[in-house]
């Protein structure tokens, strides 16, 4: 994260980490050993760091009142993450062995669920009110309903480009937003600054997922810590892609080896190939910058300048990302 | 579940099936479709009934207020079922398809996480209070949890009585006992009834879990949904196997067999005669009447005659159920 950014909320960072290490322990030993692994493996912790940057938008900041909210969204997120893992059979994630390809699919599903009641545990016994409760449950429904979407359509590349943003705000970009959104409630802000906090990390949130998609093809195993074109072999098209289907002159091609279950590392590289010569990298890039500035645009002037000064930077950081 | 006591919460449980399929509904067409197949699948519903006879033990009782804890404890059931169902590989429950039979395995992790997610929503929002929030999340890390141990442990045989009933009190009793619990909760008793709530589910989810075990040697596939012998096949030793490993003349060849991740159908036909002409299926039931017992006595002198008369057939039933 970049360095200013992460200068504000570096203290807050490092109680995240402890934290998060205090709450996967459990009587049960593997729990707590899958848990250790799992955060220890890192992450960029942009959920809890967008969640911290709002709750110091507030008159009075209390971190060990605000942590286990940050806690609570960062353990969601690793759930989710473990089952993704599971659900696309992935053996490592940034360059580390996934719970799945170390303790197996079944105690993987079974940390997962472990890991998303306890963030509900968490956050249920600190008393952060029936808002904050309600919003994080939505926020798993929709991120559940989001990959259920996603997954039921692989190998189709069925969805135009307007459904395929409804579908990345439900998996990815809502996330974000809520995680500003939370900050916001923990902060006592007033209606219009949290939704435009909500408004800031659903920009940020799309751009985000906007520039994993990029990364997946264009980037390499050592910087992804996974293969390039892994969208494309799991069956899901990305923008790029989607945009690809529509304008490349190679476009049945493209579709006949996107829709293919048994495409080869060969056709993945072929349509990693006709991706690029279209104009889908451009396009995805073009409106990464779109969301980006929309993000910009959006936080409101009474925003402490220091916060905001971190959020562009956020800002600036998404859009120049290489992992 | 036994007629009178049906009668007592017949128009509770009439209300949990229409509102559980409220419930599942979702702007996500299969969301829906997935949730519809769960409830409509059935099941005994035997938490929702234990909650509800606690929740009509107060001075008075609102449906109304009380119905959307008892789906959300369904609810997390069902969850619980299909990453089960996930993990065991299995074809069918109740003689009707699983999820992960028709859905794949996929679909089905992202639907229980859905699930789950769902029944914290609708607690969440409705505002049942901090202890009533905390309690039903600390209930599914403990639900994981035994969960997780069971399958650590799975083809070791390698636990003795006492850890079997731990974690049968993780993975089963707890539930039942969390039940009755919020469902004095709800009804505004005083702490020492919630305790004997609390210990009289306790007991009964002990003797129903105890009683499953014994089913699923003695009874067959058209009563059972399911084939006999499917715990030693899928490498769980119940009481009546662990008993046997320790009593049976025959011990060292069940031995071999329960920990052998091959075994064959024959195997298990084996296996199962053995553990039947050791103690082991008398000492399990001597046992399920044992915590039978414990739970009728456990009922408090001021709970109301027809709601006690309802708790007592229910530990009958338990005793005397074949499916």
Chains 1, 2 share one sequence.
Not at 58 to 73: E, M, P
Not at 80 to 87: A, G, P, Q, T, W
Not at 232 to 251: H, M, N, W
């Amino acid at each position: 994260m970049a360095n200013m950014m992460f200068d504000l909320i570096k203290q807050d960072l490092e109680a995240l980490e402890k934290q998060l290490l205090e709450a996967v322990k459990s009587p049960v030993e593997l729990v707590t050993e899958i848990g250790t692994h799992l955060v220890t493996a890192g992450g960029k912790r942009l959920r809890p760091a967008m969640y911290f940057l709002a709750a110091r938008c507030g008159k009075s900041y209390n971190l060990d009142r605000a942590i286990h909210l940050a806690v609570a969204l960062e353990m969601i997120h690793m759930a989710s993450l473990v089952h993704d893992d599971v659900i696309d059979n992935a053996d490592t994630r940034r360059g580390k062995a996934t719970a799945n390809a170390r303790w197996g699919n079944q105690l993987s599903i079974l940390s997962g669920d472990y890991l998303f009641a306890n963030a509900f545990y968490l956050v249920a016994s600190n008393n952060y009110g029936t808002r904050v409760n309600t919003q994080l449950a939505r926020l798993i429904c929709d991120l559940s309903a989001g990959e259920i979407i996603q997954n039921k359509e692989i190998y189709t590349a069925c969805c135009d480009v307007d459904e395929y943003y409804e579908r990345i705000a439900w998996k990815t970009a809502n996330f974000i937003a809520v995680s500003c959104q939370l900050g916001g409630d923990v902060a006592g802000l007033d209606e219009k600054f949290i939704d435009a906090l909500y408004e800031y990390g659903y920009c940020i949130g799309m751009a985000f997922q906007l520039t994993d998609d990029l990364l997946d093809l264009t980037s390499d195993t050592e910087k992804l810590g996974k293969p390039a074109g892994n969208d494309i072999l799991q069956g899901i098209a990305t923008l790029p892609t989607i945009r690809a289907l529509s304008v490349s002159p190679d476009k049945d091609e493209l579709m006949n080896i996107v829709t293919n279950r048994s495409m080869t590392d060969a056709d993945v590289a072929r349509a990693i190939e006709i991706v690029k010569a279209s104009d889908g990298i451009e396009f995805t890039k073009a409106k990464v910058e779109e969301f980006l500035d929309r993000a910009r645009k959006v936080l409101p002037e009474e925003m402490p300048a220091e916060i905001r000064e971190a959020y562009l930077m956020a800002a600036d950081f998404i859009g120049g990302r290489e992992f």
